[in-house]
């Protein structure tokens, strides 16, 4: 059943994304159904199937190759400028859905879903939220008082950040840091924390505004001793348990 499911699974990254040049998803966006490179893309598919299955499941692969293409004309149909990222999720899901769906069909599995209830899962579960989520929100109850005083004496600089970029790097530096932990690798998060602070002493060094570098180092200890903590918290309740 694994050698099967990464067949299917490599022919479906190569035709999607290795071997579809960014002109042919320019002219599928703009001409829809009547894309000739929505049928080339198609036709990519339909041979890596036949290649890497060895000619065999040739049922399989025909619901597969109709299936990508119904589903490809109906995300093409629907996108727009608002919805084409959301849109490109709900499509690689429902490719990846129509896999397992074939792989079962060929070689039934069973999914332990009660083993997903366990004790160990959910407690790492809940600290992966912590960690992401959680912590941001407390981070951002705790920095409140400064948000604003940092926002008048920035009004007067140049540029800007990209949108939500604050939350996302907290969340994925928090993931590191709480990842390092469990594999022990303490000093991963100290060559973490140095590439924050290179990445950072630019803006800050020009800037030359005190509030701001303190608003910073504030927040950047807050974020990794919540994710020290969520790491060492975790590693000792799953010793405990």
């Known amino acids: 059943m694994t050698l099967l499911a990464l067949k299917l699974i490599l022919a479906h ?18 001409k829809k159904g009547r894309s000739k490179y929505l049928y080339f893309h198609i036709g990519v598919h339909l041979l890596l199937l036949l290649l890497l299955l060895q000619f065999q499941h040739l049922g399989a692969v025909a619901l597969i190759v109709v299936s990508h293409y119904l589903i490809d004309l109906g995300k ?8 084409y990222r959301w849109l490109f999720v709900v499509d690689q899901i429902l490719h990846l859905l129509v896999l397992a769906a074939i792989l079962y069909w060929i070689e039934p599995f069973q999914i332990p879903f009660s083993d997903l209830f366990q004790e160990k899962n959910l407690l790492l579960t809940t600290f992966l939220v912590f960690v992401t989520f959680v912590s941001g929100i407390i981070m951002r109850m705790l920095l409140a008082p400064y948000i604003d005083e940092i926002a008048k004496d920035d009004e007067s600089g140049e540029g800007g950040s990209l949108k939500n970029a604050g939350t996302y790097i907290g969340m994925l530096e928090r993931l590191f840091v709480f990842g390092f932990i469990l594999m022990q690798q303490w000093a991963a998060i100290g060559l973490l924390i140095a590439a924050k602070s290179v990445f950072r002493f630019g803006d800050l060094n020009k800037g030359k505004n005190r509030k701001l570098t303190e608003y910073v180092l504030i927040g950047t200890l807050l974020s990794f001793g919540l994710a020290i903590l969520s790491g060492m918290g975790y590693a000792y309740l799953v010793e405990n348990l």
């Open 13 to 30: 990254f190569i035709g999607d994304f290795v071997l579809q040049p960014g002109k042919w998803v320019e002219d599928k966006l703009q």
């Open 76 to 83: 093409l149909s629907l996108t727009n400028p608002k919805n």
